[in-house]
């Protein structure tokens, strides 16, 4: 064998190698089963056990707090930590010190951490409205919304939209009159709010739907559109299902500036993943679950194309919306069964040969460095590798 071919044939090794994927498990001291996690560079990685513990891991791992809701939101950004106690009240630790509150947060919404302060989804005689919380030094809501409400169980989001830097975006005016309630319960929006994160004031006319149809989401995403950023979110009605939208500021006012064809069948439902200036979804994620591609560069209506069958992004029933993450240029997502991961390439537009199965259903996927985390319904957390 010429040496020419000795190197090619050790290159071709070295590349195979560098593309394999590892598992590894995640343990916890105590070995808890996780409820839980989350991961941002400034603090490390966190996870929330079944028990109702707070650990964090830097180096090692180290207990924070034994008085955490097992179903708490947990958000991690400009050093801050941000959770619940166990009867939903707002806690926060930021510089080592564990800072607590008797703001009741609304159960399965999410936290927006900013530089100094945090967007949360207040509980409120019985209604969910959107509020800054800051600590000064002691924590207190400065701005609340109360004259309307948002769902129960949202997620804001952060982004910009042709303003100085990124602001909040809300899902607004609940109601029930569609009866699907794929997401964990019978509350879908009416309108979407683009505020100002300081004071909560409108940046621009709220996006208010006709009578007939309802955004059936609790986390919209950012996309991008037409050189622009966008919303991206779900909408849906009693007769022909789910379609997906895109949202810009235009005019000062936020518009529908494009929409997929609906599914064409009521209570049929589709979630967004957003990736690389690119917008996906799975399409009937509880039934055939289709990885579809829709084109951006389209004015108004979106075409769309069908990439795979037999994958997931949401457990029915469940308050998380999303159970994906785009890394590396791919699209990881579970299979249909929720058992078996699968990663698209986006370069390559096909599934990568890498077989990746767990032995409990998959409930949450988080970016860890460079690598990601897998945590399963049965509390235990892996690592992988590719």
């Known amino acids: 064998m010429n040496k020419y071919r000795l190197v090619f044939l050790l290159m071709l090794c070295m590349s195979q190698f560098a593309n394999a994927v590892s598992v590894r498990p995640v343990q916890l001291p105590n070995g808890a089963a996780i409820a839980n996690i989350a991961f941002e560079e400034s603090v490390g990685l966190l996870a929330i056990t079944q028990q109702g513990e707070l650990w964090q891991q830097q180096v090692d791992w180290q207990l924070l707090s034994r008085d955490v809701a097992s179903d708490s939101p947990l958000a991690a950004g400009f050093q801050k930590i941000t959770?619940?106690?166990k009867q939903q009240h707002f806690q926060l630790i930021s510089q080592g010190r564990l800072q607590s509150s008797n703001i009741k947060i609304s159960p399965h919404s999410g936290f927006v951490p900013l530089a100094l302060a945090t967007i949360a989804v207040v509980e409120q005689d019985g209604?969910?409205?959107?509020?800054?919380?800051?600590?000064?030094p002691e924590l207190k809501v400065v701005a609340m919304r109360q004259d309307f409400t948002v769902l129960p169980d949202l997620n804001p989001l952060a982004l910009e939209l042709n303003h100085n830097g990124k602001h909040i975006a809300v899902l607004a005016q609940p109601t029930k009159q569609y009866a699907h309630g794929v997401l964990g319960d019978s509350w879908e929006a009416k309108q979407v709010r683009y505020l100002e994160r300081h004071d909560l004031r409108d940046l621009a006319a709220p996006l208010i739907l006709n009578q007939t149809d309802v955004i059936e989401d609790n986390a919209p995403i950012a996309a991008y559109y037409q050189q622009?950023?966008?919303?991206a979110t779900t909408i849906s009605n009693g007769q022909e299902g789910a379609r997906a939208a895109l949202i810009t500021l235009e005019n000062n006012?936020?518009?529908v500036a494009a929409q997929s064809k609906p599914i064409g069948?009521?209570?049929r439902w589709l979630s967004?993943?957003?990736?690389?200036q690119q917008l996906f979804s799975v399409v009937k994620p509880h039934l055939s679950g289709t990885l579809?591609?829709?084109?951006t560069s389209s004015k108004a209506t979106l075409p769309q194309s069908e990439l795979a069958q037999g994958v997931s992004n949401h457990k029915i029933g469940s308050y998380q919306r999303n159970i994906s993450l785009v890394m590396h240029n791919q699209i990881v997502l579970p299979s249909a069964n929720f058992r078996e991961l699968k990663m698209w390439d986006l370069a390559q537009k096909g599934f990568r040969d890498d077989k990746l199965v767990f032995n409990a259903d998959i409930?949450?996927?988080?970016?860890f460095k460079q690598d990601f985390l897998v945590l399963l319904r049965n509390g235990e957390l892996h690592q992988v590798s590719f």
Do not use: G, W
């Open 265 to 267: 069948q009521a209570y």
């Open 253 to 255: 006012a936020l518009v």
């Open 363 to 367: 409930v949450k996927l988080v970016p």
């Open 228 to 231: 622009k950023n966008a919303i």
């Open 292 to 295: 579809t591609a829709y084109d």
């Open 272 to 276: 967004l993943i957003s990736a690389r």
């Open 83 to 85: 959770f619940t106690d």
């Open 127 to 136: 209604k969910a409205h959107i509020a800054r919380i800051e600590a000064q």
